[in-house]
T-cell receptor, first 115, second 113 residues
């Protein structure tokens, strides 16, 4: 199994809603990532989990809350989002964290629209 | 922070033609990755280059790394419609505990019949 599975594929939410994005991999990878991608822009790193611990937070607003319940699962909890948060949210994993481990496996993303 | 500039921004080529995409870094490159993205989908890893002068090929795609010039190039030979998409270079910034992959500005490739 060489897939990273993201659910849902599409999500529409109001600014007062609470929702969660889910990501799952069964490749035994020990690093997992959340990226945000706006239209016609490259992906921007949000969070990195190394061995199930949060190791990088790229100054992401607290309305985004990541969670790594175990080595296979990664969640992104959303609360009180703004319309400008509308984007494609990509989850990725790599075998190990650290330099030289930039071969990432990406999910197909969740297209989020905030109304 | 490291910045990666890609050129051209977009490219339209006729099927069967060759093309080259360039990626220039603002800092020394210690490792360079190439990815491809279909519109609205996830990224697919293509190649990783780690040594100056290194060159790798996969099917009709060849990538080279020139550390001295802080550049990498991606060359596609005899392009096909399946090559269409967004090509992104990425540089690995080691922060000690995690790999932080930063992506270039992207090149949109269209292949016409």
């Amino acid at each position: 199994d060489t897939e990273v599975t993201q659910t849902p594929k599409h999500l529409v939410m109001g600014m007062t809603n609470k929702k969660s994005l889910k990501c799952e991999q069964h490749m035994g990878h020990r690093a997992m990532y959340w990226y945000k991608q706006k239209a016609k822009k490259p992906p921007e790193l949000m969070f990195v989990y190394s061995y199930e611990k949060l190791s990088i937070n790229e100054s992401v607003p607290s309305r985004f809350s990541p969670e790594c319940p175990n080595s296979s699962l990664l969640n992104l909890h959303l609360h009180a989002l703004q319309p400008e948060d509308s984007a494609l949210y990509l989850c990725a994993s790599s075998l190990y964290p650290g330099q030289g481990n930039g071969k990432l496996f990406f999910g197909s993303g969740t297209q989020l629209s905030v109304l | 922070s490291q910045e990666l500039e890609q050129s051209p921004q977009s490219l339209i080529v006729q099927e069967g033609k060759n093309l080259t995409i360039n990626c220039t870094s603002s800092k020394t490159l210690y490792g360079l990755y190439w990815y491809k993205q279909k519109y609205g989908e996830g990224l697919i890893f293509l190649m990783m280059l780690q040594k100056g002068g290194e060159e790798k090929s996969h099917e009709k795609i060849t990538a080279k790394l020139d550390e001295k010039k802080q550049q990498s190039s991606l060359h596609i030979t005899a392009s096909q419609p399946s090559h269409a998409g967004i090509y992104l270079c990425g540089a690995d910034m080691n922060t000690g505990t995690a790999s932080k992959l930063t992506f270039g500005t992207g090149t949109r490739l269209q292949v016409t019949l």
